[in-house]
């Protein structure tokens, strides 16, 4: 399996996160009261060449995102593209 950060073929196989250390991926619903959607990475991978850490969900989690995607709400805006100076601009 190819690492996304360095691209090596060197990412190891699957480890168990500490229960203590699981990340968790929590989005927006649109009302207030609602439970927010949230996975949990139980597991993870490590590139041997580079040292990147990468979560990765079960299969149960990856079962519930599957049913929510379609109701899934960003927590904050998409980053736009830098917007160039304008000339008038003091540089
Ligand atoms: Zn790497």
């Not at 073929?9 to 649109?30: H, I, Q, T």
């Amino acid at each position: 399996m190819r690492c996304p950060v360095c691209g090596e073929e060197s990412l190891s196989p699957l480890a168990d996160l500490d229960a203590s250390n699981w990340l968790v991926a929590r989005f927006k619903r649109p009302g207030l009261l609602e439970s927010r959607p949230s996975f949990a990475a139980l597991h993870a991978r490590v590139c041997r060449s580079c040292g990147a850490l990468l979560p990765f969900l079960d299969q149960k989690q990856r079962d519930e995102l599957a049913e929510e995607w379609d109701t899934l709400i960003p927590v904050a805006p998409d980053p736009k593209p830098e917007t160039p100076p304008s000339p008038e601009s003091p540089s």
